[in-house]
């Protein structure tokens, strides 16, 4: 069986113990992990245990029951909440259950109710979890997905983010048929909309046309070759596979009858832009990219025909560049990298120079753009150019094409040096957040209405992520660290003025001079005017 975290919060301990001894907690499936007074004590429990399940009286000082739920919904909305009260009132019930609490619980209660409860919601906590992890819910719910994950993946796959050993298998999972073809094509199918303006008819049902435009174009493709259709960030986007006697030339010519019938059957003007064809599934990336920009050409070609990328531009027949992919990648290993990714990165973008039949011009632009990338990252972080780039036979490295492998060793020996410097810098950054935040806590714990969320705006961090940055440097919590700062502070103000408790209690960010007191017993041991008078 399942144990699940359980805290109990009431201002009287004696309850508390009782219900502790009184039950036996493993029996039903349960581990109390901590007990609180109050609602406030209960809330800085609640994050350092992470219960599942908390048990709350309705009625406590400084915060009562139903306050502490609406807070623990808006932080913990999967915790389970059980309150105990002693009043039958139906506007108590009902806010309750505005709150979505699990169990409403009139006192007294005895221990055998106590049971029955508790084994109730360890059962909906189990069923909540099974249902989380049921294989066949799991299943039906990614097949009610499948045409997401499918058109996700053809994103990525034209994005070139897929990795080269999984694009086979993903593509037999989602039932794609574009494998084992000659080449690949890839185009762009862009609506004239702006052409549509005097077809009142179809003006009235825009968000039809793009499907009559695909239902046209897969009866016109699917006895001509194998393709993948499905929307990108530039527009419907096809590839075609194109194998057999079939050729690129056949399928443009097929893309441009197309063009036609759309106008002729549908009276909607399209555009069709085809990129280059490729040999390899994993440079469709560069393919679509060349059909993005063969739709540039629009305004110059003209519209509601084909644009062939070939047409419009020169054809290179030898190339060496750095891809947006590539400086992604080195981006990243170099960053957040281990020497080993880094050399691996290094390798593979270096590495592509050996069988590039280019001008020496070409390789040293090449060079140069992996320097660049280099460039950049140590200006972001501040990093001393002079000192990494210090190579006596740096510029040699750079315009000669034959010292290949010098110039790897070069750079993967630098790269791994500033992705040093750069974990060196992160760990002086989050020190020094951590120090910014003490020092704005002592400069405004006197604000009662100082929080983590005023602190993150300050800091321009998330509350979550500056939680665990903050415990994880200090060993304690944001709350307890200011609780800790107001507590010393009224001390000072005990053994050094004549300040009413009130008044300490105000000065130091508690409004409330109870809760104030309560606090600072729990700290102390005394109260402050017994720790005054000591």
């Known amino acids: 069986m399942n144990l699940y975290r359980i805290i109990l919060v009431d201002d009287e301990e004696e309850v508390r113990k009782a219900i502790i001894r ?17 609602g406030e004590d209960a809330l800085e429990k609640i994050e350092q245990l992470e219960p599942d399940v908390v048990m709350t009286d309705i009625r406590m000082p400084y915060m009562d029951g139903l306050t502490l739920t609406g807070k623990i919904r808006q932080k913990y909305p999967s915790v389970k909440v059980l309150i105990f009260s002693g009043f039958d009132d139906f506007e108590y019930a009902q806010q309750a259950i505005k709150l979505n ?14 049971a029955e409860i508790l084994t109730r919601v360890h059962e909906n906590l189990d069923e909540e979890i099974e249902q989380r992890r049921n294989i066949d819910l799991l299943r039906e719910s990614y097949q009610s997905s499948l ?25 037999e999972e989602y039932n794609i048929d574009l494998g084992g073809a000659r080449k690949w094509l890839t185009a762009l199918i862009h609506i004239e909309q702006e052409e549509l303006a005097s077809h009142q008819a179809l003006a009235a049902h825009r968000e039809l046309i793009p ?41 443009i010519s097929q893309l441009g009858d197309i063009c036609k019938e759309c106008r002729r059957v549908l009276e909607v003007p399209v555009t069709i832009a085809v990129g280059h064809s490729c040999t390899a599934l994993t440079e469709l990336d560069h393919a679509y990219q060349s059909a993005v920009d063969a739709l540039g050409y629009k305004a110059i070609v003209g519209t509601g025909s084909t644009i062939y990328i070939n047409d419009v531009e020169p054809v290179s027949r030898g190339k060496l560049q ?86 790897e060793a070069w750079y993967s020996a630098t790269a791994i040096q500033m992705n040093e410097q750069m974990n060196k810098a992160r760990d002086n950054t989050t020190r020094k957040v951590i120090l910014e935040a003490q020092q704005y806590i002592q400069d405004h714990y006197q604000d009662p209405e100082l929080s983590i969320e005023v602190i993150c705006r300050e800091l ?66 005394v109260s402050p005017t017994k720790f005054r008078g000591a």
């Open 322 to 407: 750095m891809e947006p992919k590539d400086e992604t990648d080195l981006s990243a290993a170099i960053k957040f990298g281990s020497q080993e990714t880094i050399r691996s990165v290094v390798h593979e973008i270096v590495g592509r120079m050996d069988g590039a039949k280019v001008h020496a011009r070409q390789y040293q632009a090449y060079k140069m753009s992996m320097v660049n990338c280099m460039i950049q990252l140590a200006q972001q972080y501040d990093l001393n150019l002079g000192a990494l780039l210090k190579h006596d036979q740096y510029m040699e490295l750079l315009a000669d094409a034959e010292r290949r492998e010098e110039f």
């Open 147 to 171: 045409p997401i994950l499918k058109e996700l993946f053809l994103n990525d796959l034209v994005q070139g983010i897929v990795p080269a050993a999984q694009i086979s298998g993903k593509m």
């Open 101 to 114: 609490v699990t169990e409403y619980i009139l006192k007294p209660v005895n221990g055998e109710e106590l």
């Open 460 to 525: 321009h961090m998330s509350p979550a992520y500056f939680s665990t940055l903050f415990r994880r440097q200090t060993g304690q919590t944001c709350v307890a660290y200011l609780t800790e700062v107001r507590l010393n502070k009224a001390v000072e103000l005990l053994n050094e003025t004549k300040d009413k408790t009130y008044v300490i209690a105000q000065k130091v960010g508690y409004q409330e001079q109870n809760y104030f007191s309560y606090v600072f017993k729990k700290k102390f041991g």
């Open 211 to 251: 499907i009559s435009v695909r239902n046209l174009m897969e009866d016109s493709l699917k006895q001509f070759c194998r393709f993948a259709m499905f929307n990108s960030n530039a527009g419907i986007t096809l590839i075609a596979a194109i194998e057999g006697r079939a050729t690129q030339t056949d399928l």
């Open 22 to 38: 009184k039950m036996d907690w493993n029996r039903l499936g349960f581990e109390v992990v901590g007990d609180a007074e109050n």
